[in-house]
C-alpha cells in the first residue's frame, strides 16, 4: 500500500466533514519539537471541533538552504499556526530571519497564529525582549496575531500550562474562510 502523505489525509478528513487546520512547525532541536507537539495537542479540544492538523515539521538548520528557505516560507504562509520553538530568541540564526522576512512578504489577508515557543535557556533580558519585540512586529506586520510561550521547566510541564493559542483565538482560525481545501494528491497552496 502507499504511504499515507499529509496531502492525501488533509483529503480523507475533507470528506468527512473535518476542518484540517496546516500547522508549520520550526524547531531548533527535538526537545523543541517535542514543546511543539504537546502545545498542539494541549489546544483546547472544544474550540477545535470536527478538526484535525496537519502538520509540516522544519529543522531549522534546512533553512540555510536557500530552496529549502523559500520552500518553509511558502508553507507557512498558506499555514494557519506557525510554531517557532526555539530555545531562545537572542540567538536565532540569520537564515530564521531570513525566513520570517520571506514569510511575511508572503502572507496574505487571512487568519494565522504565529506562536513563540521558547525553552528553558531563554533569557530574561533587555536583549531578549527587544529580539521578542522585533520579532513581534515582523509577525503583526505580517497580519497574524503572535503568541508567546515559555518553558522554564522540563518539557512535560507545558501539558499543565494554559494552552499556547487562547480559545478564543483557535476559534477565529477554525471559522476563517479557506483559500484551498485539502482534497488529496496535492493540495492547492496560496
Keep these: ?68 528557505r523559500e520552500q518553509a516560507a511558502k508553507e507557512a504562509a498558506a499555514a494557519d499556526i506557525i510554531l517557532l520553538a526555539v530555545a531562545a530568541v537572542h540567538d536565532l540564526p540569520a537564515s530564521v530571519r531570513k525566513w520570517l522576512q520571506r514569510w511575511s512578504e508572503c502572507r496574505t489577508a487571512r487568519p494565522c497564529a504565529f506562536c513563540l515557543l521558547m525553552g528553558p535557556k531563554a533569557r530574561r533580558s ?14 503583526r506586520q505580517g497580519g497574524a496575531e503572535f503568541f508567546v510561550g515559555v518553558c522554564r521547566t522540563p518539557a512535560d510541564a507545558l501539558i499543565k500550562a494554559p494552552p499556547l493559542i487562547p480559545p478564543a483565538a483557535l476559534d477565529r482560525l477554525f471559522r476563517a474562510p479557506r483559500l484551498r481545501h485539502g482534497t488529496g494528491g496535492g493540495a492547492a497552496r496560496a
Design 1 to 68: 500500500m502507499g504511504e499515507d502523505t499529509a496531502d492525501s489525509q488533509a483529503g480523507r478528513n475533507h470528506e468527512l466533514g473535518r476542518r484540517v487546520l496546516e500547522v508549520v512547525v520550526i524547531y531548533d532541536d527535538l526537545e523543541a519539537a517535542s514543546r511543539a507537539k504537546q502545545s498542539l495537542e494541549a489546544l483546547p479540544a472544544g474550540a477545535a471541533p470536527a478538526s484535525t492538523f496537519s502538520t509540516r515539521l522544519w529543522k531549522v538548520e534546512l533553512l540555510a538552504n536557500g530552496f529549502l
Design 126 to 139: 533587555a536583549e531578549e525582549a527587544a529580539q521578542r519585540a522585533a520579532l513581534e512586529h515582523l509577525v
